[in-house]
Nanobody
Framework: QVQLVESGGGLVQAGGSLRLSCKAS????????MGWFRQYPGKDRESVAR????????DYEDSVEGRFTISRNNAKNMVDLQMNSLKPEDTAVYFC????????????WGQGTQVTVSS
């Protein structure tokens, strides 16, 4: 089992910034990737960004490319999401997730943190 705890959500005005953090604990051996997802009311979760644990390579959903940055701290088993130039359409519940290297799908999820961007 892996436990994930997110922090850093909140309310911000459009154009502002927030930084989300996620700390992993438990059976964290052989992490393959960690990612951030978001969910709008009544919608499925969508991928926002992910980072490959071994080499730090990243990829982003098109609408956040250039505004959001995902980063990792291997020693602390943490992943952050720096969100700049926030827009009202970024308002959602954000989740971090982790998968082991032998999995293609994310297996463990945090509890979610609300991000609200006011216009």
């Amino acid at each position: 089992q892996v436990q994930l705890v997110e922090s850093g959500g909140g309310l911000v005005q459009a154009g502002g910034s927030l930084r989300l953090s996620c700390k992993a604990s438990g059976n964290i051996v052989s992490i393959g990737a960690m990612g951030w997802f978001r969910q709008y009311p009544g919608k499925d979760r969508e991928s926002v960004a992910r980072i490959i644990w071994s080499d730090g390579s990243t990829d982003y959903e098109d609408s956040v490319e250039g505004r959001f940055t995902i980063s990792r701290n291997n020693a602390k088993n943490m992943v952050d999401l720096q969100m700049n130039s926030l827009k009202p359409e970024d308002t959602a519940v954000y989740f971090c997730a982790v998968r082991h290297i032998w999995r293609s799908a994310y297996e463990y999820w945090g509890q979610g943190t609300q991000v609200t961007v006011s216009s």
